[in-house]
């Protein structure tokens, strides 16, 4: 019977898992969880035996103890992209993660250790012309060189576009463009504002999520490896485009299926417990 409770348990955990992929279906950068199980402690009745002169060795016998879930995986592969024609919206084909951070613009960026990463690229520019999420906090970036290079050396600032900028666009390169309007000798002429910095982890499965669609470094993810889209493995950027959630509902609602039908399995075996206990308690009469 308790072998049973277990089985409830870790398929009605199954079955959270499953209800929050498809909850998130359509979120914008949604990755995808999966739950596996392992089986519990076993009861030994008796151990296995080596061989003698007369007899073969036996082998132990163990009733099992029942399951466990042994993990929940994100499974951060990537997705379809769809193309919104937003000049702010940027997919990451590829390895790699957006950089954003909650702090005062006015103010050094932060260590790396209160960074937040997504995947979501739907971005807006505040009316200081800085480059955010919709939630407000501040996408990280890279000045530019005098030759029009990132300045990588210079360590990671906050996007911010100048005032009178208009055409804004993102090349595949991270590059943040505009055209200037600020009435100087650069006026009508397409600037760079600086460049979008995308991080890497050793283990980008190891990633916490935050909600809002933000994770965060753990020990298991490893330090993160910040720098420009398309260099040192880094994926590249779609401008005009949002990478969608890897949710795929086939495969979720045959989980869903699995997990119901466990569950079901294992209700039956607590009835049928119930109904030989039922049984031992009549012999009384």
Same mark, same amino acid.
Request: a negative charge.
């Given at each position: 019977?308790?072998?049973?409770?277990?089985?409830?348990?870790?398929?009605?955990?199954?079955?959270?898992?499953?209800?929050?992929?498809?909850?998130?279906?359509?979120?914008?950068?949604?990755?995808?969880?999966?739950?596996?199980?392992?089986?519990?402690?076993?009861?030994?009745?008796?151990?296995?035996?080596?061989?003698?002169?007369?007899?073969?060795? @036996?082998?132990?016998?163990?009733?099992?103890?029942?399951?466990?879930?042994?993990?929940?995986?994100?499974?951060?592969?990537?997705?379809?992209?769809?193309?919104?024609?937003?000049?702010?919206?940027?997919?990451?084909?590829?390895?790699?993660?957006?950089?954003?951070?909650?702090?005062?613009?006015?103010?050094?960026?932060?260590?790396?250790?209160?960074?937040? =990463?997504?995947?979501?690229?739907?971005?807006?520019?505040?009316?200081?012309?800085?480059?955010?999420?919709?939630?407000?906090? =501040?996408?990280?970036?890279?000045?530019? #060189?005098?030759?029009?290079?990132?300045?990588?050396?210079?360590?990671?600032?906050?996007?911010?576009?100048?005032?009178?900028?208009?055409?804004?666009?993102?090349?595949?390169?991270?590059?943040?463009?505009?055209?200037?309007?600020?009435?100087?000798?650069?006026?009508?002429?397409?600037?760079?504002?600086?460049?979008?910095?995308?991080?890497?982890?050793?283990?980008?499965?190891?990633?916490?999520?935050?909600?809002?669609?933000?994770?965060?470094?753990?020990?298991?993810?490893?330090?993160?490896?910040?720098? #420009?889209?398309?260099?040192?493995?880094?994926?590249?950027?779609?401008?005009?485009?949002?990478?969608?959630?890897?949710?795929?509902?086939?495969?979720?609602?045959?989980?869903?299926?699995?997990?119901?039908?466990?569950?079901?399995?294992?209700?039956?075996?607590? @009835?049928?417990?119930?109904?030989?206990?039922?049984?031992?308690?009549?012999?009384?009469?």
């Amino acid at each position: 019977m308790y072998s049973a409770i277990s089985g409830l348990k870790a398929h009605q955990t199954m079955l959270d898992v499953t209800a929050n992929n498809l909850a998130n279906a359509n979120t914008v950068g949604y990755k995808a969880s999966r739950t596996t199980f392992a089986d519990s402690l076993s009861q030994s009745i008796r151990g296995a035996a080596g061989p003698t002169a007369e007899t073969a060795g @036996t082998n132990a016998a163990q009733v099992g103890l029942g399951v466990r879930v042994s993990s929940i995986d994100n499974l951060v592969g990537t997705s379809a992209t769809q193309m919104t024609g937003n000049p702010t919206d940027v997919a990451l084909q590829g390895e790699g993660w957006f950089s954003v951070v909650r702090a005062d613009p006015s103010a050094p960026v932060p260590a790396n250790g209160s960074w937040s =990463y997504t995947r979501a690229g739907n971005f807006t520019t505040t009316a200081t012309g800085h480059l955010t999420t919709p939630d407000g906090l =501040y996408v990280l970036g890279y000045g530019v #060189t005098g030759t029009g290079t990132p300045d990588v050396a210079g360590g990671p600032r906050f996007l911010q576009l100048p005032a009178g900028a208009s055409d804004v666009a993102v090349g595949s390169d991270g590059s943040v463009s505009y055209v200037d309007h600020s009435g100087g000798p650069l006026d009508g002429t397409r600037q760079t504002a600086g460049f979008i910095a995308v991080s890497r982890f050793p283990n980008q499965a190891g990633l916490q999520r935050q909600g809002g669609n933000l994770w965060s470094a753990t020990a298991n993810s490893g330090a993160p490896t910040t720098d #420009t889209p398309g260099v040192n493995g880094n994926g590249a950027l779609i401008s005009g485009a949002l990478e969608m959630s890897n949710v795929d509902l086939a495969s979720e609602f045959t989980t869903m299926i699995s997990a119901q039908r466990g569950f079901q399995a294992n209700s039956r075996v607590i @009835t049928v417990a119930d109904d030989m206990l039922q049984e031992v308690v009549n012999m009384k009469r």
